[in-house]
């Protein structure tokens, strides 16, 4: 479950990742804006994200998210099409088809590389 600023941002951050909403929660004293989501991507993957009691300091925010998929270097165009910015593909041993790193809009960083 991540704290975030503001949950609908959040959910259109993670739909770039084939992420969608399963479930959301509203509280009549928050408008129309959902204070709770869970979100599921084809995959299998699961995720939850909740607006935060507080103000949210992105540059401590201390977990690596690794993100799953088939082709690295699309989903690097992917992103960029979204206007995410990407770090550069890296080609470590452990990773041969490719890994680039991203931050999402409350400072998780994901690293997004091949599933096999």
Not at 12 to 41: I, N, Q
Not at 45 to 55: F, I, K, S, T, Y
Request: net charge negative; charged share 20%; glycine share 8%.
């Amino acid at each position: 479950m991540l704290h975030v600023a503001q949950v609908p941002r959040a959910v259109a951050f993670y739909a770039t990742f084939g992420f969608e909403v399963a479930d959301a929660h509203h509280e009549p004293s928050c408008g129309d804006d959902p204070v709770w989501v869970f979100l599921h991507s084809p995959g299998g993957a699961e995720l939850m994200l909740v607006r935060a009691d507080g103000p949210v300091d992105d540059t401590v925010q201390a977990v690596l998210f690794y993100l799953y998929c088939d082709d690295v270097a699309a989903m690097r165009e992917r992103v960029l099409a979204a206007g995410i910015e990407a770090g550069a593909m890296a080609y470590p041993f452990y990773r041969p088809k490719g890994e680039f790193r991203i931050r999402d809009p409350d400072g998780y960083v994901l690293m997004v590389t091949h599933s096999d």
